[in-house]
């Protein structure tokens, strides 16, 4: 058994990864359980209220194309578990693996069958942070952590822009609801923030799914494990941002801008990476560029607003994910078992690993689209729904022509490439003899690729079964949906032909084209990539140069800024009201409480004055009791008695802490010039309270919830202390809080108290 | 009575905010208790004070038959008193453990400016610290910054 | 600290103001009082009882941990909010049973003893671990 490029994966299978795959399983059957509903038409949903208040339900339902992507994901889910429970045995993280594996796709079920557009975010950015941890599965390595950090930042970039877009969309009157979308609001493409909500929905559908210029972070992503690159890098969360899409169809759709830009964004993206899939020697960076292909075709046809367009598109999803995942999950055995990837160093495994080789065989006929094939009929399909399109028939046509024709070409090389040959044993790292891999790693490629052909044969179980209702539940027609496996000799086919035949010559051809692409991209003086890393350098150098002047440590600095950020921003609007305040005569003058207040404020002057610990604690002491004093003057002899205690077991704790630190003159002294602005700041703040109490006193009082308390407090609440009952009965619950906030408080000190333990 | 009230509130907060500023932690933990009393009063004294019997049912009534102060800003205070003083404590304790930990109290001293500065390895600059304070403190304090390396 | 007389007066003085703290607790419904003052004066009396015979005797005598103290006044005020919730009402809604109007046992006087307990303990951690430095 090879040591693989992700740790120390050893003989036998992990019994956690086993078990773990009854969830995705069970799912599965579920929704296979729904199907016979849904084909009738039927929608299956729960609802419940979470935050009202928001907008927010817990609403969940299951329509045509939400029971397609859900059992993609929980089908393909299940044998990528199924996989990696072989892949990663005895991998000493792999109880995390399985817990990501399955958070990321409950995740993505949620986003597929959300019916509430705040849940669908919710979901998505669950898809982000899982994403991101399962890429930078491999922790240790540099790469994986940087190249997880990329995923992260694109994705999560897009995510704001999608919450952004979902704001507008409220803010311009849509529903929220995404199953109210279907019956047309619209309004909505005639509304001024129409630009603008199409602008950042689409962000965030291009990031989520690798569309041009956001492409770069997903052939990186290809550092995750491969059955993570299997499940999220071509089954699921790269398609997360195509399901926004089919979801925002008839809310946002139908636009002209809409339609030219998802063509040429798509169109520009499919061929790029099919462009870009030819070069590498890495075999999952080659199926990184066509799973991006894929993703720009998907992104293309959504564009269009015919049935057959969005058909096309349907049918398209389904056939990719079945061979790509078949593929993936291939290449992860080859990998798994060689202990290389590199297309130069393989060759003849077609003996050695006839199970895999089969599999392989089976998704690269349908990637290529050979007849009997369910690629074919996606291909046939494809064409058709290309010459459809409203506005831009011809350009679709070509671009899927030639993106059909390089996949062509890339199917054969990924089948030829590691198959055919003979072994070569070139060092250490790869073993003498290759053997296929345990059967919970070849059983899903096969199965998936036997998919493949059965739907290529019968393409009836499929189009009435669950592409008719996925495309109905976008776009509501009359007209039947049939694939069939044969069209006639149409226009079509004849563009069919036409692939296979420039694929041929491309394969054949493929030495002379790979160096020229490679020169041709070596050469461009700009990559995304580039900005990428551009930007963020530059982020990472002003957050910097902004933090180190914003947070520079200085507790002084700190206050300074919030106490007169305060005093301005509070005097500023108080200004002009301030005179009346001011001028108003005083209440009645009670000499003992003015005494009182002058004890107080002699107080005060000994604490800011003093300069021995003692000394000011004495005048602490002083402060304190005087204003129990006014309390009890003022009828408050709780708060009095409160006031009196705390300030005893303060001026014990004070002391017993106090005479261990240093004495206030050991300080350095300060400025003149610091002081004086200091004591004007604190003059300022300290006038603003008195005009703003000031003020507060001379409005009118609401006695309200004060006569509440007083009424009820003996009949309902049995108390004649109505402080009392306030607090251990009408507002308990704040005091329950409170008697947290002390537990807690004293638990920090006893914690920085203890003695630390160990060395 | 309520301006002489609100201007020692005044008082209160400016005394309190002027200790704040200073740079002296100590100073600081003065400034916050003395914030507390501030707020406390001002609490108090927006809940007006014309009436100065307690809020208290008499024993022989089931409802109040005289006015009697506002109850509801009394149990503010009441929560506040006890937060306040749970907050004073905690900050001395700190106070007591950075000491031990920096050797000094001074919030302008190095450092504590420097702990931002070097993002992962702010214990450094408390190692230079404890060494360079042994000389000058006394046996007492030598054993509190012994507490805080161990 | 070592003085005969604080300590004779201690013991003395820590029984009177714990039955004073106890009484002000349970007269706190319907005069000045209540769990909080409670809690302070006890605690004041505990501090008493530190300085005069150290730290390692008060935590003989007071036999459980001063956070395990903290801990019981939560649940126990956890608990009294909780009983209404067994007869359908909502948390910490007040319930009452005894005969008349002027003897009755209710959750809210169980929940000031949760709050007497909860600072109290607080008060007690604090003290007696800063003691122990």
Redesign the interface.
């Known amino acids: 058994m090879a040591k693989t490029a992700h740790g120390e994966s050893g003989p036998g299978y992990s019994r956690l990864g086993l078990v773990s795959t009854l969830l995705p399983a069970a799912l599965f059957f579920f929704f296979l359980s729904c199907w016979a509903a849904i084909q009738r038409g039927e929608v299956v949903g729960i609802d419940f209220p979470w935050m009202p208040s928001l907008d927010l339900a817990l609403s969940f339902r299951l329509d045509g194309l939400s029971l397609l992507f859900a059992l993609i994901v929980t089908g393909i889910g299940t044998f990528v578990s199924l996989y990696s429970s072989a892949y990663l045995a005895g991998h000493h993280h792999s109880g995390r693996f399985f817990f990501f594996l399955h958070a990321f796709m409950l995740s993505m079920l949620g986003l597929v069958t959300a019916d509430n557009l705040l849940l669908l975010f919710l979901c998505w950015e669950g898809t982000t942070v899982f994403s991101y941890l399962l890429i930078g599965f491999d922790h240790e390595s540099a790469v994986a952590r940087e190249n997880a950090r990329q995923g992260l930042l694109v994705t999560s970039a897009g995510g704001l822009a999608l919450l952004l877009g979902i704001l507008l969309l409220k803010i311009a009157g849509a529903s929220w609801t995404i199953s109210d979308w279907l019956h047309g609001e619209q309004l909505l493409r005639e509304h001024p923030l129409y630009p603008f909500i199409f602008a950042a929905i689409l962000l965030g559908a291009m990031t989520k799914s690798a569309q041009f210029p956001f492409h770069f972070w997903l052939p990186n992503a290809m550092s995750a494990p491969t059955p993570i690159s299997a499940f999220l890098h071509a089954a699921t969360m790269v398609k997360a941002g195509i399901y926004l899409l089919m979801r925002c169809h008839p809310l946002l759709g139908g636009t002209f801008s809409w339609t030219f830009t998802l063509v040429a964004v798509g169109g520009v993206t499919a061929l790029w990476g099919a462009v870009q899939a030819l070069g590498p020697m890495d075999l999952k960076r080659v199926l990184a560029y066509t799973t991006m292909m894929a993703l720009g075709i998907l992104t293309m046809f959504l564009g269009g607003q015919s049935t057959e367009t969005l058909t096309a598109a349907v049918t398209f999803l389904m056939v990719h994910a079945l061979y790509k995942a078949a593929l993936f999950l291939a290449i992860g055995s080859i990998d798994h078992q060689t202990g290389t990837r590199q297309l130069d160093r393989l060759g003849g495994l077609g003996r050695s690993m006839p199970l895999t080789a089969l599999a392989v065989a089976a998704a690269v006929l349908s990637m290529s689209g050979f007849p009997l094939f369910f690629g074919f009929i996606g291909k046939e399909i494809m064409y058709a729904g290309a010459l459809a399109e409203e506005l831009f028939p011809g350009f679709t046509a070509t671009v899927a022509l030639f993106a059909n024709a390089l996949m062509t070409a890339v199917a054969a090389i990924l089948f030829f490439g590691p198959f055919t040959g003979s072994w070569i044993h070139t060092n250490e790292t790869t073993p003498m003899r290759v053997v296929d891999p345990p059967w919970q790693m070849w059983l899903g490629p096969l199965l998936l690729g036997g998919l493949g052909i059965l739907f290529g044969i019968i393409p009836e179980w499929v189009s009435s079964a669950l592409i008719e209702p996925a495309v109905f539940s976008i776009h509501p027609g009359r007209e039947e949906i049939r694939l069939v496996i044969f069209h006639g000799f149409n226009l079509p086919l004849l563009l069919s032909m036409f692939t296979l035949t420039i694929g041929a010559v491309v394969y054949l051809r493929r030495l002379v084209i790979c160096r020229t692409i490679q020169t041709g991209i070596a050469s461009l003086p700009l990559s995304a990539e580039m900005c990428y890393a551009g930007s963020l350098t530059w982020f990472l150098r002003n957050a910097e140069v902004v933090t180190n002047r914003i947070q520079n440590g200085s507790l002084h600095w700190y206050l300074l800024v919030i106490v007169a950020t305060m005093t301005v921003a509070v005097s500023w609007p108080w200004l002009g009201s301030l005179k009346s305040v001011l001028l108003r005569p005083a209440g009645a003058i009670d000499p003992t409480a003015t005494a009182l207040a002058l004890f107080i404020a002699a107080a005060i002057g000994v604490v800011v004055t003093a300069g021995k610990r003692l000394a000011a604690i004495g005048g602490l002491s002083g402060v304190g009791a005087g204003i129990a004093l006014l309390f009890l003057l003022y009828g408050a002899p709780d708060i009095a008695l409160t006031q009196l205690l705390v300030e005893t077991l303060t001026i014990i704790f004070v002391s017993l802490v106090l005479l261990r630190l240093p004495p206030i003159v050991q300080a350095r002294k300060r400025s003149n010039r610091r002081r004086a602005f200091d004591g004007l700041l604190a003059l300022a703040a300290g006038l603003l309270l008195t005009s703003l109490l000031l003020g507060v006193v001379q409005a009118p009082l609401d006695r309200g919830l004060t006569d509440f308390f007083e009424a009820n407090s003996f009949l309902q609440a049995h108390g004649r202390n109505i402080v009392n009952v306030i607090l251990v009965d009408f507002r308990s619950l704040d005091t329950m809080g409170e008697i947290i906030v002390v537990v807690l408080a004293a638990w920090a000190a006893v914690t920085l108290l203890r003695k630390p333990k160990g060395p | 009575?309520?301006?002489?009230?609100?201007?020692?509130?005044?008082?209160?907060?400016?005394?309190?905010?002027?200790?704040?500023?200073?740079?002296?932690?100590?100073?600081?933990?003065?400034g916050l208790?003395?914030i507390g009393?501030?707020i406390?009063?001002?609490i108090?004294?927006?809940?007006?004070?014309q009436?100065?019997?307690?809020?208290?049912?008499?024993?022989e009534n089931?409802?109040?038959s005289e006015p009697?102060?506002?109850?509801?800003p009394?149990?503010l205070?009441?929560?506040a008193?006890?937060?306040?003083?749970?907050?004073?404590?905690?900050l001395?304790?700190?106070?007591?453990?950075t000491?031990a930990y920096a050797g000094?109290?001074?919030?302008?001293?190095r450092p504590?400016?420097?702990?931002?500065?070097e993002d992962d390895s702010c214990s450094e600059p408390f190692v230079q610290a404890q060494q360079e304070i042994s000389p000058l403190s006394s046996p007492?304090?030598t054993i509190?910054a012994g507490?805080g390396r161990? | 600290m070592e003085s005969v007389i604080l300590k004779t007066a201690t013991r003395l003085m820590v029984g009177l103001i714990l039955i004073f703290s106890f009484y002000l607790l349970l007269r706190g419904h319907h005069e000045p009082g209540g769990g909080f003052a409670a809690a302070l004066v006890a605690g004041t009396a505990f501090a008493l009882f530190v300085i005069a015979e150290g730290p390692a005797k008060v935590r003989t005598a007071i036999r459980l941990r001063p956070t395990t103290i903290a801990m019981l006044g939560l649940a126990t005020a956890v608990a009294a909010g909780s009983a209404a919730l067994l007869s359908g009402q909502s948390f910490l809604t007040g319930m009452w049973w005894g005969p008349g109007e002027e003897l009755l046992i209710g959750t809210p006087l169980i929940f000031d003893i949760g709050v007497f307990l909860a600072v109290l303990g607080a008060i007690l951690a604090v003290l007696l671990t800063l003691e122990d430095n």
């Open positions: 009575m309520e301006t002489i009230l609100a201007c020692l509130v005044g008082l209160l907060f400016a005394a309190a905010l002027y200790l704040m500023l200073s740079g002296v932690l100590v100073k600081f933990v003065f208790a003395l009393n501030g406390n009063l001002l108090l004294t927006a809940g007006r004070l009436h100065r019997a307690p809020p208290l049912i008499p024993a089931r409802i109040l009697v102060a506002n109850a509801l009394q149990a205070i009441l929560t008193i006890v937060i306040g003083f749970a907050m004073v404590t905690f001395l304790i700190l106070l007591y453990r000491y000094t109290l001074d919030a302008d001293e504590f400016l420097e702990e931002w500065r007492r304090e509190l507490d161990t």
